[in-house]
């Protein structure tokens, strides 16, 4: 029966893979091109992958012990079997469709430098105190790169790690190599391999990093070097890099920030950098460099914050120790820096700013990625490899903080085992993808494969799903990441389906996250139960839909599908809607409650956790809003 499943997974994946000789292994798929591979008239799929994974080529992956390269990542990523950086036999139950390896611009290979050094010739003292740290073992490493973490948050790391020419040197020649090797695991209708780097911009320890993503091959890649930070306070810089290659090659190139959740309130302000109102010139920029944004991924959760939605019972997913302090945890987060920090008060922001200056800067869309720092894309909670090599897994990883041997102010158990970008694409190649990126026609999950889709339009009924409703959603409406225009005498209605994963749990339900402004000029949400399992005995009452119920057994790491539903669909309306005020809707999808990774590893390594460590979960979707503005 497994293998039956296994087979139909890689089948839903639309990932083949192939067996044999090392040369049909290295190849994998032929030679075809883009121009090999036709779309569809509008999506019909959703293609999985992440956009955020790091490799030994990362300065702090390698410290913290990862050993793989991208070519590792890659294969790891298109289903195959890998030794982990640890030791440890690792593979995807199911492949996924894309990645992007995004090592960290800054330091490109620098720790790896440093590590395959001659110890004569390291004379800084700092340096040299870091080098014998990491060749003692990878206890001595995490604690070495942890401290190199703290002072490059402090600027304080030596010149000699600094040296911009040997710098400049190490960054060409990997970068050189490693474009050279993500094309040959680049195949057309199969599997894509995206160019980009991460950009890992941060004030003091306050998280403002981008993630690039090229559309292009290596013609135009090779014409640029990922960017490096440096010393940079801002993303204005990121943006000229990103408009000079544009022109320069006729390429194209986008930005995805992420974990905001760690910024101090910086990563969504209501202003410019310089602290006056934010222009509409300014407004229009960012929008158009960063048309979607990480929401969920191995350090939390950033969709929203009980403290700005508490009457929102599930608004808490993911901020346990993530809210407590910056990323480097130099400078703690106070509850007023929160609404600069959580996705669902930026989309509020962004309607705000719009409605006084006609640009709205945080138009994203929504998408998940693991940020692995092993080389290792995976979120299954069952099958969990973990943040960085010091957490793969064993018996105490549980209980061990985020940088085991450090206090660094989180512990690991707060790590979750998310997420992943899910892209309705037209077809699985660079384009195409980038494409439905730009367009935000993407969601994001924490895990699981859930198939959803979202439309808006103005005559949408129960009848539609009857017939050909995902071609009467591209026809008649907008989908998720769309722009709905103002009809005189109308309300909107929304096409909603969410289909469970079909290896994974049945849904709870399906709500609808609506934020407006009204005529005074304040911003407002409300959460939308629209569609739910079971729905003959459970009922709304006092704005709360009952529970769905619980079927997890802590004791064996299991839950049952006999409660939930396999798919929930509806057309919705706003009750409340005002053709007056400008406004966003976005899904959030429910699973029923399942095991988290840590049950999974209390089991399998027959340990006790402390009663305050979370053991079942309830896993989610995010879709990208659909805006609506008045005529």
């Known amino acids: 029966m497994r293998g039956k499943v296994m087979l139909a997974a890689v089948l839903l994946a639309g990932t083949t893979l192939t067996a044999g000789c090392d040369q049909a292994k290295r190849t994998l798929f032929g030679k075809t091109t883009e121009a090999d591979v036709p779309e569809t008239a509008y999506p019909e799929r959703v293609y999985w992958g992440d956009t955020h994974l790091h490799t030994a080529n990362s300065v702090d992956a390698f410290g913290f012990g990862a050993r793989l390269g991208p070519e590792e990542a890659l294969r790891f990523a298109m289903g195959q079997e890998v030794t982990s950086s640890t030791g440890l036999q690792a593979q995807l139950e199911r492949p996924l469709d894309f990645l992007v390896i995004a090592d960290h611009a800054e330091g490109l290979g620098s720790t790896k430098a440093l590590y395959d050094a001659p110890r004569m010739m390291v004379k800084d003292p700092m340096m040299l105190r870091w080098y ?13 790169m942890s401290e190199i973490l703290q002072a490059r948050g402090a600027n304080k790391l030596p010149a000699a790690m600094n040296d911009p020419v040997k710098g400049a040197e190490r960054t060409a020649k990997i970068w050189q190599e490693h474009i050279t090797t993500v094309e040959r695991y680049n195949h057309p209708g199969k599997f894509t391999a995206f160019f980009g780097f991460e950009y890992t911009l941060m004030q003091g320890g306050n998280n403002l990093h981008r993630n690039v993503i090229f559309r292009d091959g290596p013609d135009k890649v090779r014409q640029v070097e990922p960017l490096d930070p440096q010393k940079e306070l801002w993303a204005d810089k990121l943006y000229d890099y990103m408009d000079a290659y544009e022109q320069k090659t006729g ?20 202003t410019e950098p310089n602290g006056g109102p934010m222009t509409a010139a300014y407004a229009k920029r960012r929008a158009a460099h960063e048309p979607v944004v990480e929401v969920t991924q191995m350090k939390g959760d950033s969709e929203a914050h009980p403290f700005l939605s508490p009457n929102d019972e599930f608004s808490g997913y993911g901020t346990a120790g993530w809210d407590t302090n910056n990323l480097i945890g130099n400078e703690p987060t106070k509850p007023e820096q929160y609404a600069g920090n959580y996705v669902r008060e930026a989309l509020k922001r962004g309607l705000l700013i719009e409605a006084k200056t006609g640009e709205n800067p945080y138009k994203f869309g929504l998408i998940g990625s693991t940020d692995a720092h092993t080389s290792l894309a995976g979120v299954e909670e069952n099958n969990y490899f973990g943040k960085h090599p010091g957490v793969e897994p064993n018996s105490h990883r549980a209980t061990d903080g985020f940088i085991p041997g450090r206090n660094t102010g989180k512990m690991n158990w707060q790590s979750l085992a998310s997420g992943y970008a899910a892209v309705w694409a037209k077809a699985n190649t660079r384009s195409s993808i980038w494409d439905a990126l730009k367009r935000r026609e993407v969601y994001a999950t924490t895990g699981p494969r859930m198939v959803v889709r979202f439309f808006a339009g103005w005559d949408f009924t129960a009848a539609d799903f009857k017939g050909d ?54 911003s407002h949400e409300q959460v939308f139960d629209v569609v739910w399992s079971s729905p003959e005995t459970r009922k709304i009452a006092g704005g709360k839909l009952a529970p769905v119920g619980d079927t997890v057994d ?57 009663a305050d460590y979370p053991l079942k979960q309830q896993e989610r979707a995010y879709t990208s809003p659909i805006w609506f503005t008045p005529g």
């Open 469 to 522: 409703w995902v071609k009467a959603g591209y026809t008649r409406g907008v989908p998720m990441g769309g722009q709905l225009t103002a009809k005189a005498g109308a309300k909107p209605s929304f096409l909603i389906s969410a289909l469970k994963d079909p290896i994974g749990a049945n849904l709870d339900r399906v709500q609808v996250v609506k934020g407006w402004v009204d005529q005074a000029g304040a």
């Open 132 to 144: 014998d740290m990491m060749h003692q073992g990878p206890a001595e490493s995490l604690k070495a």
């Open 251 to 270: 390429g194209k190139v986008l930005s995805i920030p992420h974990n905001s959740n760690l910024s101090n309130g910086l990563m969504f302000m209501l």
């Open 554 to 610: 802590t004791a064996t790491a299991t839950y049952q599908n006999s409660i939930g539903a396999p798919a929930l669909t509806t057309v919705w309306t706003d009750p409340s809607f005002d053709p007056g005020q400008r406004a966003f809707y976005y899904l959030r999808v429910l699973e029923i409650p399942t095991p988290t990774w840590l049950n999974y590893d209390m089991v399998k390594f027959k340990t006790k956790l402390p």
